[in-house]
């Protein structure tokens, strides 16, 4: 499975993208809603998931483009 892909804040300011393990930003951006369509788009590409957090660091929400292990059922 690829790197899933985390929306952190930036600690000189704004918000970045990161995968799992980086040291070093994929993308920077000045909002939150800017880094998660960066984020987004990665995640879509190598079937992943977007992790996206609070200024604290906690986990806000999580997204999954990938082979989900728990699919809706419908």
């Known amino acids: ?5 985390h929306v952190t804040p930036h600690p000189l300011g704004g918000w970045q993208v990161k995968g799992d393990n980086n040291s070093r930003a994929t993308a920077r951006t000045r909002t939150q809603g800017e880094a ?7 995640a879509i590409n190598n079937r992943s998931e ?14 999954s483009y990938g082979n989900d292990p728990f699919p809706p059922k419908g």
């Open 1 to 5: 499975m690829s790197k899933n892909q």
């Open 36 to 42: 998660i369509k960066i984020a987004r788009d990665i």
């Open 50 to 63: 977007v992790v996206i957090h609070r200024t604290d660091g906690s986990i806000r929400d999580k997204n």
